[in-house]
C-alpha cells in the first residue's frame, strides 16, 4: 500500500512538472503576434474613446432634456395654479350688472309718441276719428360720442279711387311712411357736436322740440307752416356753460338743400292738374335724390342757416330762454333767394305756469311779383291747476292751455286762430287732450275751420 | 295721479310748489344736484320721466340724444345722467 502511494505521488510530482514546463513554453510570444496584439489595443481604445464621446454626447442630451421636463413641470404647475385661482374667482360672488354695464358699450332704445284724433271740422256734419300720428324714434348708440337716430311717421288716411265720371272719391284706405328725420351724431368734444343727415332745422324750437305727446295742443302753430322743418344737411351745435348750472350759451350752424320752387320758375305761384294756384315755395322737398333718380340739388346751391340762444335757470322750474335764428339761400336755380328770421322764447314761472312763443318772418324773392313777405306768431300759456293743491284728484290733473296764432302766406291769405282747452293728465306719459279753436280766414287759400278737437296722446 | 306727484323723486324743494314765493335765488354750481338739474333741463319741454321707465344702459342712450337735442352742457347731461343711472330701472 505504502509502494502504491509513493508511485502516485511521484506521477503526480511528473505531471505537474510537465504542466509548468508546457505553459513556459506557450508563454514565449513571437515579435510579429505581439504588434498585431498591440494594434488590436490601439484599435480597441480608439472605440473605447469614441464611445466615451458617444456617451457624453448622450448624456448632455439627457441632462437638456431633463431641463426641459423640468420646464415643463413649471409651466404645468403654473398653468394648474392659474386654473385653481380660475376656479376660486368663478365661485367668487360676481356683479353680473357691473360686467354687462362695461361690456355693452352699445345700445338699441325706441322712443317716440303716438296719438288718436276725435275731431269736426266745420262745415261738415260730423266729426270722425282719426290715427292722427304713430311716430316712433329708433336710438341706436354705438358707443359714448356716436349716435345714431331716426323718427318716422306712419300716416292712416283714406285711399282714393277714380270713378267713370273722372272725378277722385276716397276708397279703402293707404298706410304711408315718412322719415321724420334720421342723423348721425357725433360728440367731437365738450362743446360740439357733428350732427349729419335729415335733420329737424333749429329754426326756433318747435320743429326741434314738437313731438306731438310733447305739444301741449293736438295741432301746430300756423307760422311754422311758413319755415322749412327739416333738411337734409350737416350741423355743428352744442353749448357752453357760463360759470353755472342752469346758464348757458347755446348754439347750432348748419348746411343744408334748402327749400326749391315747384315748377323751377321762381313764380310766386303755379297751378296744379285740378286748376288749383298755389305757392310755388317748395320747403318740404329737395332731399338730394330727384324723383328721376339723379342725385341733383334743386336749387342753386345749399342753404345755411344758424340759431344762438341764451338759457337761464334762476332755480329749477325758474327760467328763461331767447333764441335767435335765421336761415337763407337759392330755392331756384336763378338765384331767387328764400330767408328766414325766428325770435323764439319760453318761460317758466313755477312748476305749474309756462309761457312760450315765436315770432316768424320770411322773404321770398320771386320772378313774378319781386320780393314778398311771409310769417307770423304764435303766444302759448299753460298753466297746471295741481298748483292749487286741491283734495280732488281731478282738479290736480288738470292742466289749461290757450294759443293765439297768426299766419300770413304773403299771397292774399291770412289766418288768425285762438285756441282754448285743457289737458287732463292720466299719468306723465298719457294724457287726453280737448281745444276749441275759433279760426279767422281770409284770401285766396283759407284753412279748414276746425271747431273742435279731442286727442289721446302717449310719450314712450 | 297727480300732477305734483309726477315729479321724480329725490324732488326738487320747490317743485311742489310749497316755496313758489321765496325768493329767487341764482343756481350754485357747487349746490346743484343732479335731481335738479334734471327739473330745470327735462321739463323745459315736457313731463320729467321718471328714472326707473328705463335702465341705467338705456338711458345712456336717451340722455345722449337729449344732449343733441335739447342743446344740454356737458357737464349737466352727465350728472343728470348720473342721477338717472342711480335710481334706474331694472
Redesign the interface.
Given at each position: 500500500m505504502n509502494k502504491r502511494y509513493r508511485l502516485s505521488s511521484v506521477a503526480g510530482v511528473a505531471c505537474l512538472l510537465w504542466l509548468a514546463l508546457s505553459v513556459m513554453a506557450s508563454a514565449q510570444v513571437s515579435q510579429e503576434d505581439f504588434q498585431k496584439l498591440q494594434a488590436q489595443v490601439a484599435l480597441l481604445s480608439q472605440q473605447v474613446q469614441t464611445l466615451q464621446q458617444t456617451n457624453n454626447a448622450y448624456q448632455q442630451k439627457i441632462q437638456s432634456l431633463q431641463q426641459q421636463v423640468g420646464s415643463t413641470k413649471e409651466i404645468a404647475k403654473s398653468a394648474e395654479e392659474k386654473a385653481s385661482t380660475a376656479e376660486e374667482k368663478m365661485n367668487e360672488p360676481v356683479d353680473l350688472s357691473a360686467q354687462?354695464?362695461s361690456a355693452?358699450s352699445h345700445?338699441?332704445?325706441l322712443?317716440g309718441d303716438a296719438e288718436v284724433t276725435f275731431g269736426r271740422t266745420a262745415g261738415f256734419n260730423s266729426g270722425s276719428f282719426m290715427m292722427a300720428d304713430f311716430a316712433p324714434?329708433f336710438?341706436?348708440?354705438a358707443n359714448?360720442n356716436i349716435?345714431f337716430?331716426a323718427g318716422f311717421d306712419f300716416i292712416l288716411q283714406n285711399g282714393q279711387t277714380t270713378l267713370l265720371n273722372g272725378q277722385n272719391a276716397d276708397y279703402a284706405n293707404n298706410t304711408t311712411v315718412n322719415l321724420s328725420f334720421a342723423t348721425i351724431?357725433y360728440?367731437v368734444n365738450?362743446?360740439v357736436?357733428l350732427?349729419a343727415g335729415e335733420m329737424l332745422l333749429p329754426l326756433g324750437t318747435y320743429s326741434?322740440?314738437s313731438?306731438g305727446?310733447?305739444n301741449p295742443i293736438p295741432d301746430s302753430p300756423l307760422p311754422v307752416a311758413v319755415l322749412p322743418q327739416t333738411g337734409v344737411g350737416a350741423e355743428l351745435?352744442?353749448?357752453?356753460?357760463l360759470?353755472?348750472?342752469?346758464?348757458?350759451i347755446?348754439?347750432?350752424g348748419y348746411i343744408a338743400n334748402g327749400p326749391s320752387s315747384v315748377d323751377g320758375t321762381g313764380k310766386s305761384t303755379y297751378t296744379d292738374s285740378t286748376g288749383a294756384v298755389l305757392p310755388n315755395l317748395d320747403l318740404g322737398g329737395n332731399v338730394g335724390l330727384s324723383s328721376s333718380g339723379n342725385q341733383q340739388n334743386l336749387n342753386g346751391s345749399a342753404s345755411g342757416g344758424a340759431r344762438i340762444?341764451f338759457f337761464n335757470?334762476?332755480?329749477?322750474?325758474?327760467?328763461i330762454?331767447v333764441g335767435l335764428s335765421g336761415q337763407t339761400g337759392p330755392y331756384t336755380t336763378s338765384n331767387q333767394y328764400y330767408s328766414a328770421a325766428v325770435i323764439d322764447a319760453?318761460m317758466?314761472l313755477?312748476?305749474?305756469f309756462m309761457l312760450q312763443g315765436e315770432y316768424i318772418n320770411t322773404w321770398v324773392q320771386t320772378t313774378d311779383i319781386g320780393t314778398y313777405q311771409a310769417g307770423g306768431f304764435w303766444l302759448q300759456g299753460t298753466y297746471?291747476l295741481?298748483?292749487f293743491?286741491s283734495d280732488l284728484?281731478f282738479i290736480?290733473?288738470l292742466?289749461l292751455v290757450s294759443r293765439f296764432d297768426t299766419v300770413n302766406d304773403g299771397l292774399g291769405t291770412k289766418t288768425d286762430r285762438f285756441t282754448a282747452g285743457y289737458i287732463y293728465?292720466?299719468?306723465?306719459?298719457l294724457m287726453f287732450e280737448n281745444d276749441y279753436e275759433w279760426l279767422n280766414n281770409s284770401g285766396p287759400n283759407p284753412l279748414p275751420n276746425s271747431a273742435y278737437v279731442f286727442q289721446l296722446s302717449y310719450?314712450f | 295721479m297727480a300732477v305734483s306727484t309726477m315729479i321724480p323723486s329725490p324732488v326738487y324743494a320747490g317743485s311742489d310748489g310749497t316755496d313758489s314765493k321765496a325768493p329767487i335765488q341764482p343756481v350754485a354750481a357747487e349746490s346743484v344736484t343732479g335731481a335738479e338739474l334734471y327739473a330745470i333741463n327735462c321739463n323745459r319741454c315736457h313731463e320729467e320721466r321718471f328714472p326707473k321707465e328705463f335702465t341705467a344702459t338705456e338711458w345712456t342712450t336717451l340722455m345722449l340724444h337729449m344732449r343733441v337735442r335739447a342743446n344740454l352742457t356737458a357737464a349737466e347731461s352727465k350728472k343728470i345722467l348720473k342721477y338717472l343711472q342711480g335710481q334706474a330701472g331694472n
Open positions: 354687462m354695464a355693452a345700445n338699441f332704445v322712443a324714434i336710438l341706436y348708440r359714448d349716435l337716430e351724431d360728440i365738450n362743446y357736436t350732427v326741434e322740440r313731438a305727446w310733447i351745435k352744442g353749448a357752453i356753460p360759470n353755472q348750472y342752469g346758464r348757458a347755446t348754439y347750432s340762444a335757470a334762476f332755480k329749477p322750474h325758474y327760467d330762454e319760453s317758466h313755477s312748476p305749474y297746471k295741481a298748483a293743491n284728484t290736480n290733473n292742466e293728465h292720466f299719468s306723465n306719459t310719450g | -
